[in-house]
């Protein structure tokens, strides 16, 4: 049993924890062995992201308050949380992928920017493409008109000097 002070500090330190988190993920890995624990935190490392087993009642006083407050709903049974202070999509995928090899890790929710999402919608953020991919989409599509207009402004000169080379061609073979 813990003490008033230790439960304070759990608190205190789930509070620090989630308050800069961009978004998080609530978890019930009820049947995961140790082993399968373990290999689950070295894949939610490996995204930047972090995972914790929390107390519920704790976990609720927690985000009480907090602009992750929604996500104390989910807190129900064993429950565990990924979270990440970067883009929320690697997590996602991490835990996902980690998913459909152990049926026993399920999505009860989470919370993206604000937004409290269902199990099943936040699976779904895993298969979104990141940040970096969508802004490299964006940029591409950006430059594709640009490309376009050099190459529309281009053509007649190239067509120019295709016509004077030709002509130039033409004059040698008669001299």
Known sequence: ???RAEKQTQIDALRDALAGAQGLFVMDFTGLSVGEVTELRRRVAEAEASYIVVKNTLARI???????EAVGALMLGPTAVAYTTRDVVPLAK??????????KLKF????????????????QIATLPSKTELV???LFILQSPMRRLVTALN???RSL???????????ARQA
Do not use: C, I, Y
């Open 62 to 68: 927690a985000v009480s308050g907090s602009r992750n």
């Open 136 to 138: 490299a989409k964006l």
């Open 161 to 171: 000097a295709v016509t004077v080379q030709q002509v130039a061609d033409e004059k």
């Open 1 to 3: 049993m813990l003490t």
């Open 155 to 157: 053509w007649p000169l």
């Open 108 to 123: 009860r929710g989470g919370l993206v920017e604000g937004q409290l999402l269902t199990g099943v919608e936040a699976q």
């Open 94 to 103: 991490a835990l996902a992928d980690f998913a459909k090899g152990h049926d």
